[in-house]
């Protein structure tokens, strides 16, 4: 739907106005300053190992456009920050990467499902709830946001199984950025491309360019129509590439082509639309900025909020796994509390 401004024209999306572009804007830019500022805090030692979603805002942004307020999202670590689309507030994201229990929120408050870390979980999740509501007579749609990586999961298999055979009213949506952390799509699957493994679920699969938030909208809005209309689930692959380090921890100059990269952060999907609207008399370029100055005042006051938590109690780290703790884990807490002196 973005055009480059030269050879391939700029299209519209049916039904979106001026105001529904700069809202989409909004978002990704807050998406962008939460992403950029994390970087920098980690770097700071202000929050803990940190998974960098640069670039993969268009992906998040527009398939959340797509949904009511009444519809679930079932998010990866990767989209850490997606809550913030939901008025989920800033501290609460960054107290989530500080460990700190301000962190985890009541996912009925915003319709998000608490962050999965292990891959694929959250497939099964979303589907198991999508399908239970169906029951229920309530009208949601549940979307699953995972990875390339995540398709090789049994989960995703037993997700995608489940949702075909109960037609749940789902979008498994998968943000393909060619990487599961070193490991290439290349190595990860013999699929010429994720969204014909659709087919053996008997569900519809759609590829689309992971960098243009429309284009991405688009695909989700015609999958949620569908899920609503009590026609099952839709198997969206969103094409990207991974133009970050996995994570903070992660070092990539070791296995990562850094000429494509440099390509793909040319091309990188907030300013892509940014040039779009530009183009098109949407945007000002003082209303980018004003845009980008409230992302960044919203971001201070997040760290400010977080850091103004006091520090939970270690304690914590020990309930809420057993029933009965076995007596040993008394021990350790106790050392913990000698070494921490807390
Ligand atoms: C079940 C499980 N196995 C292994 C890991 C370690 N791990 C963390 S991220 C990752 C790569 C996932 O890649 P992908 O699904 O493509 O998602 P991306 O990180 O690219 O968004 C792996 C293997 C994990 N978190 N959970
Ligand atoms: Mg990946």
Request: charged letters at 20%.
């Amino acid at each position: 739907m973005i055009g480059d401004g030269e050879s391939l024209p700029d299209a519209a999306v049916d039904g979106l106005g001026p105001d529904h572009l700069l809202a989409l804007y909004r978002d990704l830019v807050l998406l962008r300053t939460y992403d950029e500022r994390s970087v920098v805090y980690h770097r700071q030692g202000r929050i803990g190992t940190y998974a960098i979603f640069w670039n993969h805002e268009a992906m998040q942004a527009g398939a959340v456009f797509a949904l009511e307020d009444r519809d679930w999202i079932f998010p990866a670590y990767r989209e850490s920050a997606i809550g913030l689309l939901r008025g989920m507030p800033v501290s609460t994201v960054l107290s989530w990467w500080r460990g700190h229990p301000a962190g985890w929120w009541n996912p009925y408050d915003y319709n998000v499902a608490s962050i999965c870390v292990p891959i694929a979980t959250q497939v099964p999740h979303a589907v198991g709830f999508a399908w239970g509501s169906a029951l229920k007579g309530e009208d949601r749609v549940a979307l699953a946001f995972f990875g390339d990586g995540a398709t090789s999961e049994g989960a995703f298999h037993e997700g995608a199984t489940f949702a075909g055979v109960m037609k749940a009213p789902v979008v498994l949506f998968c943000n393909n950025n060619q990487w599961a952390i070193s490991t290439p799509l290349s190595a990860q699957t013999a699929a010429s491309n994720l969204a014909d493994k659709a087919i053996g679920y008997g569900i519809p699969g759609v590829r689309v360019d992971g960098g243009d938030v429309l284009a991405v909208y688009e695909a989700t809005r015609d999958a949620v129509a569908r899920a609503r209309a009590g026609a099952g689930p839709t198997f969206i692959e969103a094409v990207t590439y991974r133009a970050a380090p996995h994570a903070t921890a992660d070092d990539p100059s070791i296995y990562v082509d850094p000429e494509r990269v440099d390509e793909e952060r040319e091309n990188e999907c907030v300013g892509r639309f940014e040039r779009y609207l530009l183009r098109q008399g949407v945007l000002t370029e003082d209303q980018a900025q004003e845009v980008k100055q409230d992302a960044l005042e919203l971001m201070r006051a997040g760290i400010t909020g977080a850091e103004a938590e006091p520090p939970a109690d270690v304690g914590l780290v020990f309930e809420h796994a057993y029933g009965e703790p076995p007596p040993s884990l008394a021990d350790d807490l106790a050392e913990l509390r000698r070494v921490l002196d807390a």
